[in-house]
Each structure stands twice: as structure tokens, then as C-alpha cells.
């Protein structure tokens, strides 16, 4: 698969994904001719990282900004560590899993049973908010409704074990808990909305109707079964790990270098101001979300900016759900895979209200 996430070709996401190589969807790792391809973003958002990590602990003189952009680094850093670690094991566990077996947990379309098994099915997968469009993609063309292939979406991108794992240091697990709650309930009703207006006529039908072939894929309790734990095996699981938390870790990195910019050079009465628990704060972190095109990895130390500083609990939530709602390359991704505007464009009209009034209603309960 080509870098995703970094320059998005809708294309891409009907090339089938090559199978056990440990690489995310969002990983420069070859660069056609078999070498290696330097990930400058990685590298740049770690160098920067890492000086600010550095500054903050020699403690010299400097100005007052960069002593801001150090200590953001320091704190988030400490917080993040942690979870990247975690992630990159449940990584490389979740890399063991047959994909054949996560769709036939999917189940049949239009119920609420296929439903429910999709969003679990997004939440299974440990991948960025552009690298799982492949992987939606392709469940549409193998015949899954427009419904569970919405509520997939929905539940992938931030809803990942290991950016749940960050989410945990950034900003605590009860609120953690809820913000997935809700993002379940929304891609939820979400899917459940699609699949009726799909059975009215409004919306297309999905012509790969068939179902999902699943013969001799194995299940769950088979894979526990045949599981054979050792030293080697242990070994190349981590490093699978490694390599398939490449993208979470880079968009972490990046993340990390957005939010102590923002340190350093918004104001805390500013940033308030502007991105606070008010209905003003909440549509400009929705103008944020839509304009900042960054993966959800890199969206989730800035979310916890909006959680902490500016004392917005329903503008993080809304900053990680709107980001996904409103994103370009996956409405242009949706209509080029199900060859429908409409079926594209539903997906912001419909989602978009219901994240924005859970927002609201956090902001009130949480302040």
C-alpha cells in the first residue's frame, strides 16, 4: 500500500492489501525498487520531539516560548509512553488474526447484529483514520452494506486499543470510556440510518451484495487453540508490533509536535477563548477538524489540548469524531468505492448533528 495518510489516493484503496507484512497502511517503507525510503515525517516529528524532550530536562536559559514547546513535549510525552509501548504488543497480536476472521465476525447486512459486529470489527483494527478506508473499501466490494461499512468507519479510527491506551494517560480512563461509548453509539445509529434509507430507495443499494466468503476461516477459539507461545515466536510478534505501530507512532509524534506548538504560541486565555466549553469554542473546533488534515493518531494529543487547557471535555470529543465526519480524502474515498455522491455526502449530514449535540451536552455536564 502506498503512504495513505500522507498523500491519499483514493486508488489506493482498491489495490489489495499484501498480506503479513506488518506494515500499516500508513507506513513509507519501500520505495518500489525493494530499498528503504526515509519517513521524513516520522524522523522531523521525532528530532523535533526529542529536542524539546531534551530542552526540558538541561532546563538552560531560553525564551519563554520554547520553554512552553518543552515542556509540552515533556508532559504529553510522559503521558504518551506508555500506551505506544502497550500498542505496539496488542499491534503485533492483532497482526496474528486472519482478516478473513474479523469479517466473518462482521455478520449479514441490515440488522442490527451486522451492525454491532462491524463497529466491533473497526474497533479490532489498529489502523490510522485514511489507512482504514482500504480496508472499508474492500469490505463494500465483498458485500457489506453501506450501513456496516459507515459504522466501521466511524468506530476505527481513534478507537484503536493503543490510542485508547493514550487517551488513558491524556486524559483519564473514565472520560476515555465515555468518549468511546459514545463514538460506538454514533457509529451506531449512524449505520443503522444508512441501512434504512438504503432499504426506502434513498440511497443506493450496495451491488456486491453478495456475502462475504468466509469458508475455512478460522475462528477465534481455533486461533487460541493453535497457538504455540515461545521465545521466537514472542520476538517476531514485538516486531511486528514495531512495524505495524510505525503509523500510530509517527502521527503520535506529529501530534505531539502540533499540540506544544500550540503551547508555545497560543496564549491559554486565547486558546480558551476561542476553543472553550461554548458554542463558539465548539464550531471552531469543528472549522479545525475539517481543515486540520492530520490521522487520527496525530489528532489525539491535540484533543487532549482541547480537554485540558482549554477546559472543553465535548470540543476533544467533537475534535476526534468531527475529524473522521469531515474529512475530504474519506468522503472522496466513499464515492469513488461506491460510485454515489450521495452515499458520501450522507455520511457528514448524518453523523455530523449527532457528535456535535453530544458535544454540547458534555461541555454543560462538564463544566
Keep these: 500500500m502506498s503512504d495513505d495518510c500522507c498523500k491519499p489516493k483514493a486508488p489506493a484503496c482498491h489495490e489489495p492489501e499484501p498480506e503479513n507484512t506488518g506494515h500499516g497502511a500508513c507506513c513509507d517503507h519501500d520505495n518500489g525498487s525493494g530499498g528503504f525510503r526515509m519517513d521524513w515525517l516520522m524522523t522531523v516529528s521525532g ?32 503521558a504518551m509512553w506508555w500506551g505506544l509501548a502497550l500498542g505496539i504488543f496488542f499491534v503485533g497480536l492483532l497482526s496474528r488474526v486472519p482478516r478473513e476472521t474479523v469479517m466473518k465476525l462482521m ?18 483494527l489498529d489502523l490510522c483514520s485514511h489507512g482504514i478506508l482500504a480496508v472499508g473499501a474492500k469490505l463494500y466490494e465483498r458485500g457489506a452494506s453501506a450501513g456496516q461499512v459507515m459504522a466501521f468507519l466511524i468506530a476505527s479510527p481513534w478507537n484503536s486499543f493503543s490510542l485508547t491506551l493514550i487517551l488513558f494517560g491524556l486524559i483519564g480512563v473514565n472520560w476515555t470510556l465515555l468518549f468511546i461509548g459514545l463514538s460506538l453509539l454514533v ?4 449505520g443503522r440510518v444508512f441501512d434504512a434509507l438504503v432499504a426506502r ?27 504455540r507461545p515461545s521465545v521466537n515466536g514472542t520476538g517476531s510478534l514485538l516486531w511486528d508490533g514495531v512495524k505495524g505501530a510505525r503509523m ?14 500550540i503551547r508555545a504560541f497560543v496564549p491559554a486565555d ?24 492530520v490521522c487520527s493518531e496525530g489528532s489525539v494529543p491535540i484533543a487532549a489540548d482541547l ?18 465526519a ?32 453530544l458535544g454540547w451536552i458534555i461541555n454543560l455536564a462538564g463544566t
Design 326 to 357: 469531515t474529512d475530504y480524502t474519506e468522503v472522496m474515498v466513499i464515492r469513488d468505492t461506491t460510485r454515489s455522491w450521495k452515499l458520501a455526502l450522507f455520511l457528514p449530514l448524518i453523523s455530523l448533528p449527532q457528535v456535535l449535540l
Design 201 to 227: 430507495g434513498t440511497l443506493p443499494a450496495n451491488p456486491a451484495s453478495a456475502q462475504v466468503n468466509t469458508d475455512g476461516a478460522p475462528s477465534v477459539v481455533q486461533l487460541l487453540r493453535e497457538a
Design 187 to 190: 457509529a451506531l445509529i449512524t
Design 107 to 124: 455478520g449479514p447486512g441490515g440488522s442490527w447484529g451486522g451492525l454491532v459486529r462491524a463497529t466491533g470489527a473497526g474497533v479490532l
Design 307 to 324: 480537554f485540558n487547557r482549554a477546559g472543553a471535555p465535548g470540543n476533544a470529543f467533537t475534535f476526534l469524531m468531527a475529524g473522521v
Design 248 to 261: 500510530v507512532i509517527r502521527w503520535a509524534l506529529f501530534g505531539v509536535v502540533l499540540a506544544s506548538l
Design 270 to 293: 486565547i486558546f480558551q477563548d476561542w476553543f472553550g466549553p461554548t458554542l463558539l469554542g465548539l464550531g471552531a473546533t469543528v472549522i479545525a477538524a475539517t481543515i486540520i488534515e
Design 47 to 78: 528530532v523535533l520531539v526529542a529536542l524539546g524532550y531534551g530542552l526540558y530536562l538541561a532546563d538552560p536559559a531560553m525564551p519563554q516560548w520554547l520553554h512552553h514547546y518543552a515542556s509540552g513535549s515533556f508532559e504529553l510525552m510522559n
